[in-house]
Protein backbone atom coordinates (compact mmCIF):
# COMPACT_ATOMS: atom_id res chain seq x y z
CA UNK A 1 0.00 0.00 0.00
CA UNK A 2 2.54 2.33 1.00
CA UNK A 3 4.81 1.64 -2.47
CA UNK A 4 2.07 2.71 -4.35
CA UNK A 5 2.10 5.63 -3.50
CA UNK A 6 5.56 6.59 -4.26
CA UNK A 7 4.88 7.79 -7.90
CA UNK A 8 2.14 10.41 -6.31
CA UNK A 9 4.77 11.60 -3.59
CA UNK A 10 7.34 11.65 -6.48
CA UNK A 11 5.27 13.99 -8.69
CA UNK A 12 4.66 16.48 -6.07
CA UNK A 13 8.19 16.09 -4.82
CA UNK A 14 9.28 17.12 -8.28
CA UNK A 15 7.37 19.17 -9.75
CA UNK A 16 6.31 21.05 -6.87
CA UNK A 17 8.39 20.97 -3.63
CA UNK A 18 11.44 21.39 -6.03
CA UNK A 19 10.52 24.37 -8.12
CA UNK A 20 9.67 26.14 -5.03
CA UNK A 21 13.41 26.40 -4.34
CA UNK A 22 13.63 28.75 -7.47
CA UNK A 23 11.36 31.29 -5.48
CA UNK A 24 14.83 32.79 -4.95
CA UNK A 25 14.75 34.00 -8.10
CA UNK A 26 12.25 36.83 -6.70
CA UNK A 27 15.16 38.48 -5.11
CA UNK A 28 17.70 38.30 -7.54
CA UNK A 29 18.51 39.28 -10.91
CA UNK A 30 18.40 36.88 -12.53
CA UNK A 31 20.29 35.78 -15.27
CA UNK A 32 19.37 32.16 -16.53
CA UNK A 33 23.04 32.08 -18.25
CA UNK A 34 24.53 32.01 -15.43
CA UNK A 35 22.41 30.26 -13.36
CA UNK A 36 21.51 30.97 -9.05
CA UNK A 37 25.02 31.13 -7.78
CA UNK A 38 26.29 34.37 -9.93
CA UNK A 39 22.74 35.99 -10.35
CA UNK A 40 23.36 39.39 -7.80
CA UNK A 41 20.96 39.52 -5.12
CA UNK A 42 19.09 42.44 -5.05
CA UNK A 43 16.91 42.00 -1.89
CA UNK A 44 13.02 43.56 -2.11
CA UNK A 45 13.82 45.57 -5.11
CA UNK A 46 12.02 43.31 -7.59
CA UNK A 47 8.75 43.07 -5.06
CA UNK A 48 9.15 47.16 -4.96
CA UNK A 49 9.37 47.41 -9.13
CA UNK A 50 6.45 44.88 -9.18
CA UNK A 51 4.17 46.50 -6.83
CA UNK A 52 4.88 49.78 -8.93
CA UNK A 53 3.26 48.09 -11.98
CA UNK A 54 -0.44 49.45 -12.52
CA UNK A 55 -0.72 46.09 -14.88
CA UNK A 56 -0.02 44.07 -12.18
CA UNK A 57 -2.77 45.68 -9.70
CA UNK A 58 -4.75 45.35 -12.93
CA UNK A 59 -4.26 41.36 -13.40
CA UNK A 60 -5.01 41.23 -9.65
CA UNK A 61 -7.93 42.92 -10.16
CA UNK A 62 -9.15 40.69 -13.14
CA UNK A 63 -8.13 37.12 -11.32
CA UNK A 64 -10.15 38.35 -8.36
CA UNK A 65 -13.38 39.32 -10.42
CA UNK A 66 -13.16 35.56 -12.27
CA UNK A 67 -12.16 34.19 -9.13
CA UNK A 68 -15.49 35.54 -7.95
CA UNK A 69 -17.45 34.96 -10.36
CA UNK A 70 -16.75 31.25 -10.58
CA UNK A 71 -16.84 31.25 -6.90
CA UNK A 72 -20.43 32.22 -7.19
CA UNK A 73 -21.72 30.32 -10.52
CA UNK A 74 -19.27 27.30 -10.64
CA UNK A 75 -18.50 26.31 -7.69
CA UNK A 76 -22.40 25.28 -6.53
CA UNK A 77 -23.01 24.06 -9.98
CA UNK A 78 -21.59 20.69 -9.38
CA UNK A 79 -23.62 20.06 -6.09
CA UNK A 80 -26.79 21.01 -8.33
CA UNK A 81 -25.63 18.80 -10.91
CA UNK A 82 -25.09 16.34 -8.82
CA UNK A 83 -28.70 16.22 -7.15
CA UNK A 84 -30.53 16.53 -10.29
CA UNK A 85 -28.49 13.24 -11.37
CA UNK A 86 -29.23 11.37 -8.04
CA UNK A 87 -32.74 12.11 -8.26
CA UNK A 88 -33.13 9.77 -11.61
CA UNK A 89 -35.34 6.45 -11.07
CA UNK A 90 -33.18 4.40 -13.69
CA UNK A 91 -29.76 3.71 -13.42
CA UNK A 92 -29.11 3.30 -16.90
CA UNK A 93 -30.67 6.97 -17.42
CA UNK A 94 -28.22 7.96 -14.67
CA UNK A 95 -24.85 5.93 -15.63
CA UNK A 96 -25.51 7.51 -19.67
CA UNK A 97 -25.79 11.40 -18.00
CA UNK A 98 -22.98 11.05 -15.69
CA UNK A 99 -20.94 10.07 -18.77
CA UNK A 100 -22.17 12.43 -21.23
CA UNK A 101 -21.38 15.30 -18.39
CA UNK A 102 -18.07 14.18 -17.45
CA UNK A 103 -16.67 13.55 -20.90
CA UNK A 104 -15.56 17.42 -21.33
CA UNK A 105 -12.94 17.00 -18.67
CA UNK A 106 -11.01 15.19 -20.68
CA UNK A 107 -11.10 17.90 -23.44
CA UNK A 108 -8.17 20.12 -24.06
CA UNK A 109 -8.32 23.67 -23.37
CA UNK A 110 -7.44 24.11 -27.26
CA UNK A 111 -10.18 22.00 -28.12
CA UNK A 112 -12.72 23.84 -25.89
CA UNK A 113 -12.10 27.12 -27.33
CA UNK A 114 -12.09 26.01 -30.52
CA UNK A 115 -15.56 24.60 -29.83
CA UNK A 116 -17.03 27.83 -28.27
CA UNK A 117 -15.88 29.71 -31.12
CA UNK A 118 -17.33 27.62 -33.88
CA UNK A 119 -20.53 28.28 -31.88
CA UNK A 120 -20.39 31.82 -30.41
CA UNK A 121 -17.58 33.02 -32.82
CA UNK A 122 -18.16 36.17 -35.03
CA UNK A 123 -18.59 32.93 -37.99
CA UNK A 124 -20.16 30.55 -35.49
CA UNK A 125 -23.50 28.83 -35.38
CA UNK A 126 -25.02 31.75 -33.33
CA UNK A 127 -24.24 34.19 -35.43
CA UNK A 128 -25.02 32.78 -38.93
CA UNK A 129 -28.33 31.80 -37.52
CA UNK A 130 -28.70 35.53 -36.11
CA UNK A 131 -27.85 36.53 -39.58
CA UNK A 132 -30.12 34.39 -41.24
CA UNK A 133 -33.03 36.14 -39.70
CA UNK A 134 -32.34 39.53 -40.00
CA UNK A 135 -31.23 39.76 -36.25
CA UNK A 136 -27.92 41.69 -35.31
CA UNK A 137 -25.01 39.84 -34.40
CA UNK A 138 -23.64 38.70 -30.99
CA UNK A 139 -19.84 39.60 -30.34
CA UNK A 140 -19.21 37.44 -27.44
CA UNK A 141 -15.77 35.65 -28.37
CA UNK A 142 -14.32 39.17 -28.31
CA UNK A 143 -16.39 41.32 -26.25
CA UNK A 144 -14.46 42.79 -23.17
CA UNK A 145 -17.31 42.98 -21.02
CA UNK A 146 -19.14 39.91 -21.58
CA UNK A 147 -15.86 37.39 -21.21
CA UNK A 148 -15.92 37.45 -17.64
CA UNK A 149 -19.30 35.39 -17.80
CA UNK A 150 -17.55 33.24 -21.26
CA UNK A 151 -14.95 32.33 -19.18
CA UNK A 152 -17.14 31.02 -16.44
CA UNK A 153 -19.70 29.28 -18.48
CA UNK A 154 -16.79 27.41 -20.79
CA UNK A 155 -15.18 26.05 -17.07
CA UNK A 156 -18.87 25.12 -16.15
CA UNK A 157 -18.88 23.45 -19.02
CA UNK A 158 -15.74 21.56 -19.18
CA UNK A 159 -15.52 20.78 -15.74
CA UNK A 160 -18.46 20.34 -13.88
CA UNK A 161 -19.00 16.48 -14.59
CA UNK A 162 -15.49 16.20 -12.31
CA UNK A 163 -16.85 18.06 -9.55
CA UNK A 164 -20.05 16.25 -9.91
CA UNK A 165 -18.27 12.79 -9.50
CA UNK A 166 -17.34 13.57 -6.03
CA UNK A 167 -20.79 14.29 -4.91
CA UNK A 168 -22.14 11.47 -6.36
CA UNK A 169 -19.73 9.45 -4.20
CA UNK A 170 -20.85 11.40 -1.18
CA UNK A 171 -24.30 10.84 -1.79
CA UNK A 172 -24.21 6.95 -2.35
CA UNK A 173 -23.02 6.70 1.57
CA UNK A 174 -26.57 8.03 2.23
CA UNK A 175 -28.54 5.57 4.21
CA UNK A 176 -32.11 4.87 1.71
CA UNK A 177 -33.89 4.37 4.74
CA UNK A 178 -33.75 7.72 5.75
CA UNK A 179 -35.47 8.52 2.87
CA UNK A 180 -38.26 6.18 2.83
CA UNK A 181 -38.62 7.24 6.74
CA UNK A 182 -39.09 10.57 5.74
CA UNK A 183 -41.33 9.86 3.48
CA UNK A 184 -43.31 8.21 5.64
CA UNK A 185 -44.15 10.83 7.76
CA UNK A 186 -45.31 13.36 5.25
CA UNK A 187 -41.60 14.87 4.18
CA UNK A 188 -42.00 16.11 0.81
CA UNK A 189 -38.74 15.89 -1.62
CA UNK A 190 -37.45 19.71 -0.61
CA UNK A 191 -37.44 18.89 2.98
CA UNK A 192 -35.90 15.38 2.46
CA UNK A 193 -33.04 16.39 0.25
CA UNK A 194 -33.00 20.21 3.23
CA UNK A 195 -32.16 17.34 6.13
CA UNK A 196 -31.23 14.48 4.32
CA UNK A 197 -28.88 15.38 1.14
CA UNK A 198 -27.63 18.87 1.71
CA UNK A 199 -26.28 17.23 5.21
CA UNK A 200 -24.76 14.31 3.99
CA UNK A 201 -22.53 16.64 1.47
CA UNK A 202 -21.96 19.02 4.33
CA UNK A 203 -18.20 18.11 4.72
CA UNK A 204 -17.18 17.42 1.35
CA UNK A 205 -18.47 20.90 0.26
CA UNK A 206 -16.88 22.51 3.16
CA UNK A 207 -13.48 20.45 2.22
CA UNK A 208 -13.88 21.48 -1.41
CA UNK A 209 -14.38 25.10 -0.62
CA UNK A 210 -11.36 25.14 1.42
CA UNK A 211 -9.07 24.02 -1.53
CA UNK A 212 -10.52 26.29 -3.74
CA UNK A 213 -10.17 29.32 -2.00
CA UNK A 214 -6.68 27.89 -1.73
CA UNK A 215 -6.35 27.86 -5.43
CA UNK A 216 -8.71 30.98 -6.12
CA UNK A 217 -6.02 33.16 -7.70
CA UNK A 218 -5.43 30.03 -10.22
CA UNK A 219 -8.19 30.74 -12.84
CA UNK A 220 -6.92 29.08 -15.62
CA UNK A 221 -3.41 29.39 -17.25
CA UNK A 222 -3.93 28.00 -20.82
CA UNK A 223 -7.97 29.52 -20.91
CA UNK A 224 -6.73 32.51 -20.65
CA UNK A 225 -3.60 32.32 -22.45
CA UNK A 226 -5.74 31.12 -24.95
CA UNK A 227 -8.12 34.06 -25.64
CA UNK A 228 -5.96 36.77 -24.24
CA UNK A 229 -5.35 38.32 -27.61
CA UNK A 230 -9.20 38.20 -28.80
CA UNK A 231 -10.16 40.31 -25.85
CA UNK A 232 -6.98 41.91 -25.26
CA UNK A 233 -4.38 42.58 -22.33
CA UNK A 234 -6.40 44.54 -19.75
CA UNK A 235 -9.49 42.27 -19.92
CA UNK A 236 -7.51 39.17 -19.87
CA UNK A 237 -4.89 39.35 -18.17
CA UNK A 238 -4.74 37.64 -15.15
CA UNK A 239 -1.62 36.59 -12.35
CA UNK A 240 -0.98 33.41 -14.24
CA UNK A 241 -0.61 34.92 -17.75
CA UNK A 242 1.22 38.01 -16.13
CA UNK A 243 4.31 35.64 -14.86
CA UNK A 244 4.33 33.99 -18.02
CA UNK A 245 4.84 37.18 -20.04
CA UNK A 246 7.09 39.41 -17.79
CA UNK A 247 9.03 35.64 -16.84
CA UNK A 248 9.24 33.80 -19.98
CA UNK A 249 8.38 36.16 -22.87
CA UNK A 250 10.21 39.43 -21.73
CA UNK A 251 12.84 37.45 -19.67
CA UNK A 252 11.82 39.89 -16.55
CA UNK A 253 12.83 36.59 -14.44
CA UNK A 254 13.01 38.21 -11.06
CA UNK A 255 9.09 40.19 -11.83
CA UNK A 256 8.00 37.05 -12.70
CA UNK A 257 9.30 35.01 -10.32
CA UNK A 258 8.02 37.84 -7.46
CA UNK A 259 4.27 38.11 -9.10
CA UNK A 260 4.12 33.97 -8.61
CA UNK A 261 5.92 34.14 -4.84
CA UNK A 262 3.23 36.68 -3.67
CA UNK A 263 0.41 34.46 -5.51
CA UNK A 264 1.66 31.41 -3.69
CA UNK A 265 1.69 33.32 -0.50
CA UNK A 266 -1.64 34.92 -0.78
CA UNK A 267 -3.04 31.27 -1.50
CA UNK A 268 -1.33 29.70 1.16
CA UNK A 269 -3.25 32.75 3.94
CA UNK A 270 -6.62 32.05 2.00
CA UNK A 271 -5.99 27.75 2.93
CA UNK A 272 -5.01 28.83 6.68
CA UNK A 273 -7.99 31.30 7.22
CA UNK A 274 -10.14 28.80 5.13
CA UNK A 275 -9.76 25.58 7.33
CA UNK A 276 -9.87 27.88 10.28
CA UNK A 277 -13.21 28.72 8.95
CA UNK A 278 -14.37 25.06 8.68
CA UNK A 279 -12.82 24.61 12.03
CA UNK A 280 -15.64 26.57 13.59
CA UNK A 281 -18.23 24.98 11.97
CA UNK A 282 -16.87 21.89 13.21
CA UNK A 283 -15.22 20.41 10.64
CA UNK A 284 -11.69 19.10 9.96
CA UNK A 285 -11.01 20.67 6.81
CA UNK A 286 -7.97 20.15 5.43
CA UNK A 287 -5.86 19.73 8.33
CA UNK A 288 -6.85 19.36 11.98
CA UNK A 289 -6.31 21.23 14.73
Known sequence: ??????????????????????????????????????????????????????????AVRNTLVFALLQLLLFFPAPLALALLVNSLISGRTRRFVQSIVYLPHFISWVLVVALFQQVLGGAGLLNNFLREH?????????????????ITGQAIWKDVGWGMIIYLAALASVDQSLYESAAVDGAGRWRRMWHITLPAVRSVTI?????????ILSVG???????????????????????????????DWGIGAAAGLVKGVVGALMIWGAN?????????????K
Open 207 to 215: LLLVLRLGD
Open 1 to 58: MLALMVPGLAFFLVFFYVPMLGNVIAFQDYQPFIGFQDSPFVGFANLQELFADPAFWE
Open 276 to 288: KVAHAFGEQGVYS
Open 134 to 150: GMQPWDLMTNPDTFPLL
Open 221 to 251: FEQFLLQRDAVGARAAEVLDTYVFYHGVVYG
